[in-house]
């Protein structure tokens, strides 16, 4: 655990979120959170995180990269969850741990607080995206409502921090044929998606790039103070 910043664990989408993580906590030195890989997607991650022992002692930040849904939440900006809600069904909402949160925003010097959206899918058009941040969400993920939602249950205390690398302008690569059963995705696939798309891949890897290099420096900045 780091001094001031009473997190133990760290979840964070396998792959390469989880290696900018690793990387950013590489730089810290002294106490130091677990770090947990965990797959995308609702039922995935529901399933790997009942194999793992969570309790009311748990201090769990979620991070990662989300997708902007409003014009004014740009590639490569810090956000802080307050809430998130669930789509389809967008009656359906958890809340991160305020105090845990508060603790989080005051480490950060830029930073949006925002209403985040899982979707089971990948939104990858642009008119969907926009159409979502109708709903009132500001960013959309895949895995926050289910994390939210398993780990309060647990009696976890939960905040998400993310990092945006896709705004709401433009259409990414339909990712979605590309993740197995098991929310990992998959080289092939996600190669044939990338293909089909040539400039949405571009602007993926692009926007890619830049919001891992920034997640890799807050991590670090996080547990350095």
């Given amino acids: 655990m780091s001094n001031l910043l009473p997190v133990n664990t760290i979840?964070?989408?396998?792959?390469?979120?989880?290696?900018?993580?690793?990387?950013?906590?590489?730089?810290?030195?002294?106490?130091?959170?677990?770090?947990?890989?965990i797959p995308v997607g609702t039922k995935p991650l529901v399933r790997f995180l009942q194999q793992l022992p969570f309790t009311s002692e748990s201090r769990v930040l979620v991070m990662g990269?989300?997708?902007s849904l409003l014009p004014r939440y740009q590639v490569g900006e810090i956000v802080l969850y307050q809430d998130c809600i669930y789509y389809p069904d967008t009656t359906l909402s958890q809340l991160c741990d305020r105090s845990?949160?508060?603790?989080?925003?005051?480490?950060?010097?830029?930073?949006?607080l925002v209403r985040g959206l899982t979707s089971d899918r990948v939104i990858w058009s642009a008119t969907d995206k926009q159409n979502l941040g109708l709903l009132g969400a500001d960013v959309v993920d895949m895995e926050g409502?289910?994390?939210?939602?398993?780990?309060t249950q647990a009696g976890a205390s939960v905040a998400m921090l993310?990092?945006?690398?896709?705004?709401?302008?433009?259409?990414?690569?339909?990712?979605?044929?590309?993740?197995n059963p098991d929310g990992i995705l998959q080289p092939l696939p996600l190669a044939i998606a990338m293909l089909k798309q040539p400039i949405a891949?571009?602007?993926?890897?692009?926007?890619s790039?830049?919001?891992?290099k920034v997640l890799e420096q807050?991590?670090?900045?996080?547990?350095?103070?």
Avoid: W
Wanted: proline content about 6%; overall charge positive.
């Fill in 11 to 37: 979840l964070v989408p396998r792959g390469a979120e989880y290696q900018a993580v690793c990387r950013g906590l590489n730089r810290v030195v002294g106490m130091k959170p677990s770090i947990v890989a």
């Fill in 65 to 67: 990269l989300c997708g």
């Fill in 100 to 112: 845990l949160t508060v603790l989080l925003e005051k480490h950060l010097p830029k930073k949006s």
């Fill in 145 to 151: 409502f289910a994390a939210l939602e398993f780990l």
């Fill in 162 to 179: 993310r990092v945006i690398s896709d705004d709401c302008h433009h259409n990414l690569p339909d990712l979605t044929p590309a993740f």
């Fill in 201 to 207: 891949a571009t602007r993926l890897i692009r926007g």
């Fill in 209 to 212: 790039l830049q919001g891992l």
């Fill in 218 to 225: 807050v991590t670090t900045l996080l547990f350095s103070t």
